[in-house]
C-alpha cells in the first residue's frame, strides 16, 4: 500500500491539501460558534451578526473546498488503481507457464476487478479519512489549549483510550480479511465455469443447476464479507459505548469551568464539539488501522512492479542455425511418466512429423521445446546451447504454436494477426495466401477488418485456425509448432496450408498428427513415431 501511496506523493498531496483545509475550517466553525453563543449571552447583537456572518462564510468556502477535495482524491484513486492493475499483469508475466496455469482465469479476473475495489475501499479511502481525521486531531489541540489546559488533557486521555483499544483486534479483522478474499476468488472462479457450461445446462435442461450455481456462488462471496461487516460494527459500537461515556465525564468539566467562569460560558456550545472531534478524529484513526490490516493479503499477491519489469527483447534465443537436439528426454505429471529416454534431432530448415498414440507424449514434447515445462530429465539443446539457459519468452522469439483449441481476441481478423505490429501489404498478402486463408476473406464484406467475437464465436473452427496460422507465419518465427493445428481445415484447406509450410525452406516445422497418410510421410524430412512409455510395475 505504501509502495503506491508514495509512487504518487504529487497526486495524494494534492488531494490531501484540499482536506486540512477543510478540516481547519470546520475546528473553526466551532470556535466561531462559540463566539456567536456567547455574544447571545452578552446581549450583544451587533457581535451576533458579525460572528454569524463568519460561520457563512467559513461554510461557504469549506463547501467549495470539499469538492475539490473529492476531485483530486478521484483523481490519485484512479492512478493508484491503474497502478495496481499494471502490477498485477507484470507479476502474472513473471509467472511460468505452469505457475500462471495453476490456477482457474477466474481467480486471475477476480484479482483486476474484486481485489481492486477492495483494495480502494479498504484502502485508499480509508487512507484519506485517517489524514482528515489526524488533521483534525491536531487542530482540535490548538483550538482546545485557547480554552484551557484541562480540557485538552482529558480529551487526549480519551482519545488514548479510544486508540489502544482496537489494537486487540487487528490480527483477527487481518484473518477474516484474509478468508473474504479466498472465498470471492474460489466464488469467481464457480461463476466462470457456470457461465462457461451455459450452452451444455441450456441444452440438457438443467436451468435449475445454473441458478443453483450462480446463487452459490453469491452466497460464497457475500457470507464472509457480511461476517466482515457484522464484526466491524459490533467493535464500532463497543468503541462508540466507551466513547459517549468519556464524553460525558468531559462534558461535566466543560460545565464546571463555565460556571466558574474559567473559560468562555460560549464553549458550552462548541467546546463539547472540539473535544469530541479530537476524541472521534484518534478512535476512528484506529478503526481505520483494522481497514488496512484487512486489505494486506491483496497486496501481498502483487510482486512485481512496473518499473521491475525485465526487459524482454534483451539476451533472446540466438535463431539457430544448425539443429535442436533432444537427448534422454524423460518427463512424468505428478507420478504418470509420459516420456521415457526420448532422443531426436530436428535440423534447421527440415520439417518433421510426431506421430503415436494418444498419451504417448506429442503435445507434451512441444510444450518442452517451448520452455512452458521446465521441470524434465535429459537434455533439449539449440545449437548446443541448453534450453535451461533461456526463460520461456526467450525461446517463443523463435518458435511459434498452433494447437488445436485458438484463441482469438474479440477484436478485428487483422489485429489477431499483426496483434498490434505494422506488416507491409506484401507481408500481409503472403501470410493470408499461405495461410489459406485469403479465400474467407473475399466472402467478408469487412474483410480484414471484421470483428471476430468472443473467442472467435463469429469464425467458424477451420477460419479461427486459419487465423492463427496466418498469425505465426506473419511474426516470422523461424521454427514453427503444429500441434493437431489444421484439424479443424477441410481436406482441400488443410493440403494448401500444409504444402505451404512444407515449401518454405527457411522454416523449421515440427508437427503433431495422430493419423498421417502414407503419401504425406514422403513429404516430410523424418516422421518420428514416439511410444507411450511402459507402465510402471507395482510392487507385489
Same mark, same amino acid.
Given at each position: ?6 509512487? +504518487?506523493?504529487? =497526486?495524494? $498531496? @494534492? #488531494?490531501?491539501?484540499?482536506?486540512? /483545509? &477543510?478540516?481547519? %475550517?470546520?475546528?473553526?466553525?466551532? *470556535? ?95 487512507? +484519506?479519512?485517517? =489524514?482528515? $481525521? @489526524? #488533521?483534525?486531531?491536531?487542530?482540535? /489541540? &490548538?483550538?482546545? %489549549?485557547?480554552?484551557?489546559?484541562? *480540557? ?100 461535566? $468539566? ?7 467562569? &474559567? ?109 512452458? $515445462? ?167
Amino acid at each position: 500500500m505504501s509502495y503506491y501511496l508514495k509512487k +504518487y506523493w504529487g =497526486v495524494n $498531496l @494534492a #488531494a490531501i491539501l484540499p482536506g486540512l /483545509v &477543510v478540516c481547519a %475550517l470546520q475546528v473553526g466553525n466551532d *470556535l466561531l460558534m462559540m463566539r456567536v453563543f456567547e455574544s447571545v449571552i452578552k446581549l450583544d447583537l451587533r457581535g451576533f451578526l458579525f460572528w454569524e456572518l463568519m460561520m457563512v462564510v467559513a461554510w461557504v468556502i469549506l463547501l467549495w473546498v470539499g469538492s475539490l477535495r473529492d476531485y483530486f482524491q478521484a483523481r490519485a484513486i484512479r492512478a493508484m488503481n491503474n497502478a495496481v492493475r499494471r502490477d498485477m499483469a507484470a507479476t502474472l508475466l513473471h509467472k511460468s507457464h505452469v505457475e500462471f496455469h495453476g490456477k482457474d482465469t477466474g481467480e486471475y479476473l477476480s484479482r483486476f476487478v474484486s481485489d481492486v475495489n477492495q483494495m480502494e475501499d479498504l484502502a485508499w479511502a480509508p487512507f +484519506y479519512q485517517c =489524514v482528515d $481525521l @489526524a #488533521a483534525t486531531a491536531i487542530f482540535c /489541540v &490548538v483550538a482546545l %489549549l485557547t480554552l484551557h489546559w484541562s *480540557l485538552l488533557v482529558a480529551a487526549l486521555v480519551n482519545a488514548a483510550i479510544m486508540l489502544l483499544a482496537p489494537q486487540f483486534f487487528t490480527k483477527r479483522m487481518e484473518r477474516m480479511g484474509e478468508a473474504c478474499e479466498t472465498e470471492q476468488a474460489k466464488a469467481t472462479s464457480k461463476l466462470k465455469d457456470i457461465l462457461a457450461g451455459y450452452d451444455v445446462l441450456r441444452a440438457f435442461g438443467r436451468e435449475p443447476r445454473f441458478r443453483q450455481g450462480a446463487e452459490g456462488a453469491s452466497e460464497q462471496i457475500e457470507k464472509p464479507r457480511f461476517r466482515l461487516r457484522t464484526v466491524k460494527a459490533f467493535i464500532t459500537a463497543g468503541f462508540g459505548c466507551v466513547n459517549v461515556g468519556c464524553q460525558m465525564l468531559i462534558n461535566l $468539566l466543560i460545565g464546571v469551568l463555565s460556571i466558574r467562569g &474559567v473559560i468562555l460560558q460560549g464553549a458550552l456550545m462548541g467546546g463539547g464539539n472540539l473535544v469530541g472531534g479530537l476524541s472521534n478524529s484518534v478512535g476512528s484513526l484506529a478503526q481505520y488501522l483494522l481497514s488496512f490490516s484487512s486489505t494486506k493479503p491483496y497486496f501481498d499477491k502483487i510482486t512485481v512492479h512496473g518499473e521491475e519489469v525485465r526487459d524482454e527483447e534483451s539476451d533472446g534465443l540466438p535463431e539457430i542455425s544448425n539443429a535442436i537436439t533432444v537427448k534422454d528426454l524423460t518427463f512424468q505429471y505428478d507420478e504418470k511418466p509420459v516420456l521415457d529416454g526420448l532422443s531426436l534431432t530436428f535440423r534447421k530448415g527440415g520439417k518433421y512429423a510426431l506421430t503415436g498414440p494418444s498419451g504417448c507424449g506429442k503435445s507434451t514434447l512441444l510444450k518442452l521445446l517451448l520452455g512452458w $515445462l521446465p521441470d524434465y530429465g535429459g537434455t533439449i539443446q539449440f545449437d548446443g546451447a541448453d534450453a535451461h539457459e533461456f526463460t520461456a519468452e526467450q525461446l517463443q522469439r523463435q518458435m511459434s504454436c498452433i494447437e488445436q483449441n485458438v484463441f482469438l481476441f474479440n477484436t478485428t481478423i487483422r489485429d489477431n494477426i499483426t496483434l498490434g505490429e505494422e506488416f507491409t501489404d506484401a507481408q500481409m498478402e503472403k501470410a493470408l495466401r499461405d495461410s489459406a486463408l485469403a479465400g474467407d476473406l473475399a466472402a467478408m464484406p469487412e474483410g480484414l477488418d471484421t470483428p471476430v467475437g468472443e473467442d472467435g464465436s463469429n469464425l467458424s473452427g477451420g477460419q479461427k485456425q486459419r487465423v492463427a496460422i496466418a498469425r505465426a507465419l506473419i511474426h516470422d518465427r523461424s521454427i514453427l509448432l503444429v500441434d493437431e493445428g489444421t484439424s479443424a481445415l477441410d481436406q482441400k484447406n488443410a493440403g494448401i496450408v500444409e504444402e505451404s509450410l512444407l515449401a518454405n525452406p527457411e522454416l523449421t516445422l515440427i508437427l503433431v498428427s495422430h493419423h498421417l497418410a502414407p503419401e504425406r510421410k514422403a513429404q516430410f524430412t523424418r516422421v518420428y513415431t514416439i511410444s507411450a512409455p511402459a507402465p510402471q510395475k507395482t510392487a507385489a
